[in-house]
């Protein structure tokens, strides 16, 4: 399976590259606003929801935006912030930190 290296945003498309700098797939970006990548998924934020997409360009989870604000994301994790807190999820969108925001 490929990996991310890149996602770019050209006109009304999104472009995702691999490793070798690949073009592996176009999505057209009515998906939503895509907010970051690591190399093996990225999340994109549609109306009150976020979307976790895999290297592939497939969506494979969905998760209510009630979750806070995005932050970052890096290797197998995302964070998100809720008030005075800063969530980790991993890939699957499973909660597995909060720690405090600083």
Same mark, same amino acid.
């Given at each position: 399976m490929a990996t991310i290296s890149m996602i770019e945003h050209r006109s009304a498309w999104y472009d995702? !590259? =691999?490793? $070798?700098? @690949? @073009?592996?797939k176009t999505l057209s970006d009515s998906i939503g606003e895509v907010l970051g990548w690591s190399s093996s998924f990225f999340i *994109?934020?549609?109306? +009150?929801? !976020? =979307?976790?997409y895999d290297a592939s360009g497939k969506k494979y989870k969905t998760i209510n935006d009630s979750?806070? +604000?995005? *932050?970052s994301i890096s290797g197998g994790t995302f964070i998100m912030r809720r008030s005075a807190w800063l969530d980790t999820y991993d890939n +699957?969108? $499973?909660? *597995?930190?909060? $720690?405090?925001?600083r």
């Open positions: 995702i !590259y =691999d490793e $070798r700098g @690949k @073009k592996q *994109v934020h549609r109306h +009150s929801w !976020y =979307d976790l979750i806070g +604000s995005f *932050v +699957s969108g $499973r909660k *597995v930190n909060t $720690r405090t925001a």
